[in-house]
């Protein structure tokens, strides 16, 4: 698969902790001191333990002033997308821009139906979730009068759109089956899929996918930027992110200038991982992708 050619960006992906909000926010915060491009944190409304994304999201903005912040991703099925617009534009307006918006069709749906959800079926999901992306894109464009958006699932009948968000916010697709996956190629910005369901040895196909998908629409398939949640141990190992930063920053290397994966985002809660992510992987890889691309 190619190389898209885009910027090298690194994050980091925090549990939303209740137990402890203060190191979660601390954790965030680190990552902003560490250099990285992007705080992430998973959006599961039913699940106690973790704090509201979108409070958190709020509160580690107003913590932080150049680190971007997203979910990773929203839980739509739990997310009205006409609510989460609004949301979304009103932090990023608060922000100076630094919203990116993960969305993600639904899982789990025991849990989502025991919030007061809909339970649906895998096809009404992604139908869902193509529409709810309509209407969120809607909401945001400034010369609307009255928006009509929507579907079946949701859809908008007359609403006033706004506020703009302050700059062009992106939205990133959470997907993995073919149907998402072209989806994602049609209508998103970014592909976001993790290590721990796609490990790097399986990125070529979904790939292709997307990109067959982006054609079909008219789009540059370097329209649509790919993500990574990346997990791994600073420890001696074997395998995918096992060893020291070195080992790290050549892996991630092979991956980006293979697979085009360009925002590698790390799932860490502990500072010391965050500051080696942050300070030893990040400049290496940057380094390295920046060389080969020089000799192509």
Request: aromatic fraction near 6%.
């Amino acid at each position: 698969m190619p190389d898209y050619g885009h910027e090298m960006r690194g994050g980091a992906f925090i549990t939303p902790s209740a137990r402890d909000a203060a190191g979660t926010v601390r954790l965030a915060t680190t990552a902003e001191d560490a250099g990285l491009d992007v705080v992430a944190f998973q959006d599961h409304p039913y699940q106690p333990a973790f704090l509201d994304a979108w409070t958190l999201l709020s509160w580690v903005g107003a913590c932080t002033w150049r680190v971007h912040l997203m979910p990773d991703v929203a839980n739509l099925p739990l997310r009205q997308p006409a609510v989460l617009a609004r949301s979304a534009a009103s932090l990023d307006l608060l922000t100076g821009g630094r919203v990116e918006l993960g969305l993600g069709a639904g899982a789990f749906w025991d849990a989502i139906v025991a919030m007061g959800g809909p339970r649906l079926s895998p096809g009404d999901a992604v139908d869902a979730l193509g529409e709810a992306i309509d209407v969120i894109r809607e909401l945001w464009d400034p010369t609307r009068r009255l928006v009509r958006a929507g579907g079946e699932h949701h859809h908008l009948d007359g609403a006033k759109p706004g506020p703009a968000p302050a700059h062009r916010v992106p939205i990133w697709i959470g997907a993995v089956r073919p149907r998402m996956l072209r989806l994602t190629g049609r209508l998103g910005d970014g592909w976001v899929p993790s290590s721990a369901y796609v490990p790097p040895s399986d990125l070529a196909a979904p790939n292709g996918v997307i990109d067959d998908a982006a054609r079909a629409a008219g789009r540059d398939p370097a329209d649509v930027r790919r993500l990574y949640n990346i997990g791994g141990d600073f420890s001696r190992g074997a395998g995918f992110l096992r060893g020291p930063a070195p080992v790290w920053a050549e892996q991630l290397a092979e991956v980006a200038l293979t697979h085009g994966m360009s925002t590698f985002i790390v799932a860490a809660d502990t500072a010391d991982d965050i500051r080696r992510f942050g300070h030893e992987v990040m400049p290496d890889l940057r380094e390295r992708v920046a060389a080969e691309r020089a000799t192509r």
